[in-house]
């Protein structure tokens, strides 16, 4: 899977949790711009780990901030 | 010069407009007079105690502070050293027998608190490079114990087996793993599904310790906590516990059948660089961990003392944390922060103390109202707790 693959399926994943329906690019803050919860935060990686079968641990979660950081991890995950 | 302290400005925000409804400052309460396990002069009014950990009354229990106060003539106030320095009297040891005896394990150890039993067991267990999977909603202290032993931490929604499995099936070959899990979760009062959950955890190699701060006394045959209940105690390679709640003192442990236990007393750094208990504390909590052994008839009425407060209360309209009483402990859910104050206070002004928890302690940011319930609390006390609860709901318009 490239990241264009990867970018998709995480934008598809990313909708429920886009409460004020924000367009979503690489410079977006998951705190500042969706204001994600501790709690959502939980929620959104659990979906994120199950659509591609990775863990993403809460010391990797610290050094992602925006939506971009998001993807480039998970594609580095998948090698 | 940047304000170190700016960081705290919305709490600090949050507690002024609290206290800026004229309510009684429910984080400041003084107990002037403890008369016994379930009643204290608190803020100048006799309180029937409603909001302590102490599940088997040991507090006040003439053999408990006979021992205590024999120590305390025969070794002095305190240790004033390191247990693996000049801080191991013989108190200390027979504590830790009276653990090993209590728990059937092969090994005990001591620290000075619940939280340092946490924080220093699994910082030392799991390290760089190790993964620990545990509930989203454990205790700060078992937080704080990730954090400092830098393991890669894998948070799974509270109590979801099938959450858990997967993401300990995606921890990659070879890599040390523990799970943890509490027996029983002390902010809503629910168990979890030990017997599940510890299965799972050793059929994929990880190492599991279970948090029976809130079970230890009362609940399985032998109180030994949640795990003993469910019938797994066997497969837990580490169980923590306290002498802060049913022991009635102050202290924590880990109890283990591990081969090479005993080599945490060297590199394990809250055990080794912090003073040891004074000699009272464990004898006092020696004498009432033998104790618990033999307590069956006050199990049976902490057990009745639970069942009839959840239903007396449920009947009342009240939303709890639990459908049915899975413990000693019953939460109690309030609409927000204010109105929750309101009722903790209108409570305490009928003569209930109950400990008000609110966000970040509480899951999902509720306001609670929690109780927890005394083996020493008579049918009437129960009675009449119900009986504030009615007043204070309707004058504070929750039910």
Redesign the interface.
Known sequence: MDRPDIDASTRALIEPFNKKSLEITDSTSFTDDLEF?S?TV??FV?AI??EF???I????QAEIETYGQLVDAVVKLLG | MTDLFSKFDDIIEMRRALLATGVEDPFNLVMERVLSPTVAICNGRETILLGTYNYMGMTFDPDVIAAGKEALDLFGSGTTGSRVLNGTYVGHREVEQALKDFYAMEHAMVFSTGYQANLGIISTIAGKGDYIVLDIDSHASIWDGCKLGDAEVVPFRHNDIEAMEKRLKRIPEGAGKLVILEGVYSMMGDIAPLREMVGIAKANGAMVLVDEAHSMGFIGPNGRGVAEDQGVLDQVDFVIGTFSKSVGTVGGFCVSNHPKFEVLRLVCRPYVFTASLPPSVVATAATSIRKLMHVHNKRQHLWENSRKLHAGIMALGFTLGTATPQSAIIAVIMPDLERGATMWEALLHEGLYVNLARPPATPANMTLLRCSLCAEHTADQVERIIGIFERAGKSAGII
């Not at chain 1, 641990?57 to 990797?60: A, E, K, P």
């Open positions: 919860d709690l939980m929620d659990a780990e199950d079968d990775i863990i641990s809460m010391n990797q």
